[in-house]
């Protein structure tokens, strides 16, 4: 097969130069200065490498470029290796993005280095990995250090198993404009990981438990997110029963369940995992759904899920939120031993 290689850049200078170093390569080198005429050729041709600038002409970003390969997934270039070579990359960048990209160059580069991994990265037929998985994007309550490490670590391992890797790109599919799904499952990781530290249940196994919680916990409805942002006890839904179709009421009963099913019949999920996701919307005095179960049959590592899901959606509500106010207001709502608990480390977290 012909191989074709791309460079998208705003400088044709650049474009030039990149061709010099490793347009010998490859059978034919095409370059796009444009988002629209990056757009044009990814739709007319199959690459088997492309080079991506972070800044592209009239203000625009590499980024809607790569936008336009995700959101269109019938797209000729879904599989095709993108290497981003840019100045404006510092080692945040990299250190966040590293695994979405075949490859990142920093501007000014290593012509041999960058010879070198082009043909790597033909050699290994890398494939695109960019649109694997969701990323989170909110500002998170509690900053921790190395959580985004861990999470990162833990999506690599997600990326090595095709069940697990699946069920993950699935989630992917909110268009929300807010993006809620993801930032609550943002927060969610960081709330529910903040409070097991502060109650010394820090391992990593622990913490890798809460990540799969949070975002698989709500997968049966991530293209709803109407319906994730419902927060309601067991008669609060059945009152809203009137006002729902009968099959979007069912889905919010049921899709604790649904995704607790799936979670168990992966075993790389760690246990617990699945019982935490059946008992999200539990609640201590019998009335959460779906099995309004009292705070005795609610699991410890679930209690603590229960309460940074209820902050979460606390948080999204209410801009203006403070831990005090929280706790003043569910006070009343979560009783019972193992949930004095988790308000306890909560309050400690003001
Ligand atoms: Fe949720
Ligand atoms: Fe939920």
């Not at 820090?202 to 709803?224: C, G, P, Q, S, V």
Request: glycine content about 4%.
């Amino acid at each position: 097969m012909e191989k074709l290689l791309l460079i998208i850049d705003d400088s044709k200078e650049i474009i030039d130069v990149v061709q010099g170093i490793i347009g010998g390569l490859f059978d034919r080198v095409e370059s796009a200065e444009s988002v629209e005429a990056a757009q044009n050729a990814l739709e007319a041709n199959v690459f088997s490498y492309i080079v991506l600038d972070i800044n592209l002409k009239d203000g625009r970003n590499g980024a809607e470029v790569l936008r336009f390969l995700v959101e269109n997934p019938e797209n000729k270039n879904n599989e095709s290796p993108v290497v981003i070579l840019s100045g404006i990359i510092n080692a945040q960048f990299i250190e966040k993005f590293s695994s979405k990209f075949a490859g990142i160059v920093t501007k000014p580069f290593d012509h041999d280095d960058f010879i070198q991994m082009t043909k790597d990265i033909l050699d290994a037929k890398v494939s695109a990995n960019y649109k694997e998985l969701p990323t989170i994007t909110c500002e998170l309550p509690f900053p921790l250090p190395q959580l985004e490490q861990k999470v990162s670590k833990m999506l690599d391992v997600v990326k090595k198993n095709t069940k697990l890797k699946e069920l993950f790109h699935n989630l992917n599919i909110d268009r929300n404009k807010d993006n809620y799904v993801m930032s609550h499952v943002g927060m969610l990781i960081n709330i529910s990981t903040a409070i097991s530290i502060k109650m010394e249940w820090n391992t990593d196994k622990t913490l890798e438990k809460f990540i799969y919680a949070a975002y698989l916990h709500d997968m049966a409805i991530a293209e709803r997110p109407d319906l994730a942002k419902i927060k309601a006890t067991a008669l609060e839904l059945e009152l809203m029963q009137d006002k729902m179709s009968p099959a979007d009421h069912r889905l919010v009963l049921e899709h604790a369940l649904i995704a607790a099913n799936t979670i168990d019949g992966i075993p790389e999920i760690p246990a617990d995992v699945g019982m935490m996701v059946r008992q999200h919307h539990e609640l201590p005095k019998e009335n959460g759904f779906p099995h309004r179960l009292s705070f005795a049959k609610i699991t410890p590592l679930a209690t603590v899920f229960i309460v940074a899901h209820d902050l979460t959606h606390y948080i999204l509500e209410n801009p203006k939120w403070t831990v005090k106010d929280y706790l003043a207001k569910v006070k009343t709502k979560f009783k019972g031993p193992h949930f004095a608990k988790v308000l306890s480390a909560l309050s400690e977290m003001n």
